[in-house]
């Protein structure tokens, strides 16, 4: 009788023990970081556990969780929340707010603890640690007024290379987040998946200084006669009224006029396109982005100066040369945000192969322009 009895203490122990909540999945939500299968990486700079959904707030588009100051953590990647190459609003909620709205998590759409601009590659490289502001998670409130239905806007602290603290999605007239008590500058950024050019093009708004836009203000208790300060809008229609855009990038087109598919070559290394690719087919032209320098977190170069760039099929690639009649090499160039460079690849390896910038025009970002 007495085994019997230590047996069950045995068995009901460990139903207990293995009944418990461990930390890692609360409600039915992952949070183990995926370091291989993943879909997103992030790093948590708060220190609250945050729940991820795909896109909107419903049960079938939630990713994963997130710890408090993970770092390069990643998301579970669902098959059939991941089955192609797009951009998205990662949204992320409290696992307080979580479980406290399970039954109407559309309640959250304007305030949720923050989105992110996502952009997930199938089929190529998706090593981007997307940062989730530290200053997030206070009782005041930010409130993102964008009225465009087609641009998203980033807000991001300290500068245009800065963090993200919010995203306001497109289509959706006003978005609000909670911040804690500080100092915040803030700097809008638009950014947009251009499925065309298998792009981001990503732009900001410049006074008349050419530095970029900012906002500033501070919460908290001023004392009297001002008293407590727990709200600022950011307006994004009224306060960018007729300054300019521009990006913090330059595009190179390659043009392929050989009859096979050429590679574009920075030194020993391989571009490739978001979307993984790396070769032009013949007949075909293909974009590439390539970042200007950032000056500091305020803002970026205007111009950088590129060497070693090569083109053509695998193992045949040239240097860039002056023109299309002029071969003398070109081994260094300078090129400038907001400039497009078209590059012209033709003959036959081993014979006449040969590149040359055949074409310079400004990037046309009047579209991101919203009044």
């Known amino acids: 009788m007495k085994r019997f009895v230590m047996f069950a203490v045995i068995i009901m122990a460990a139903l207990l023990l293995f009944s418990c909540d461990d930390g890692s999945d609360k409600g039915g939500v992952d949070f183990d970081s995926h370091n291989t299968n993943y879909s997103v990486l992030v790093r948590n700079n708060t220190s609250e556990r945050l729940v ?8 079938d588009k939630l990713i994963g969780g997130i710890p408090p100051r993970a770092t390069n953590h990643g998301l579970p990647r ?3 929340l991941f089955d192609k190459t797009e951009d998205f609003p990662l949204i992320l909620l409290t696992e307080a707010q979580y479980n406290a709205n399970k039954s109407n998590l559309a ?4 305030t949720p603890f923050t989105r992110v601009y996502v952009f997930y590659n199938r089929n190529g490289d998706n ?8 200053g997030l998670g206070g009782i005041n409130s930010l409130r993102i007024i964008n009225p465009s239905t087609s641009l998203n806007i980033e807000i991001r602290l300290g500068g245009v290379a800065g963090e993200t603290i919010g995203y306001a999605p497109a289509g959706m007239q006003e978005t609000t987040l909670k911040l804690i008590d500080g100092n915040f500058t803030f700097f809008p950024v638009f950014k947009r998946y251009n499925a065309f050019r298998d792009v981001v093009e990503t732009v900001y708004p410049k006074r008349d200084d050419g530095q970029p836009f900012r906002a500033s203000t501070s919460f908290g208790d001023f004392g ?17 009224k007729g300054l300019p855009m521009t990006a913090g990038a330059a595009w190179v087109v390659v043009d392929n006029q050989t009859d096979e ?4 070559m920075e030194g020993g290394s391989v571009r490739k396109t978001l979307s993984g690719l790396e070769n032009v087919p013949s007949g075909h032209s293909v974009t590439w982005q390539v970042d200007m320098n950032r000056l500091n977190n305020n803002n970026y170069a205007d111009s950088r100066t590129v060497a070693n760039w090569r083109f053509g099929p695998i193992g045949d690639e040239v240097q860039l040369q002056t023109s299309e009649t002029d071969n003398t090499p070109v081994t260094s160039l300078e090129i400038y945000r907001d400039k497009m460079y078209t590059i012209t690849v033709s003959g036959t390896a081993g014979t006449n192969l040969k590149a040359w910038v055949s074409g310079e025009i400004e990037i046309d970002v009047s579209e991101f322009n919203i009044n």
């Open 52 to 59: 991820a959904f795909k896109g909107e707030l419903s049960e």
């Open 78 to 80: 669902n098959p059939s």
């Open 107 to 110: 309640s959250l759409r304007n």
């Open 127 to 134: 090593s981007i640690v997307y940062e989730i502001a530290e």
């Open 224 to 240: 009297p006669p001002t008293g407590e300060v727990r709200e600022y809008t950011l307006n994004i229609n009224d306060l960018l």
């Open 261 to 264: 598919g050429v590679r574009f």
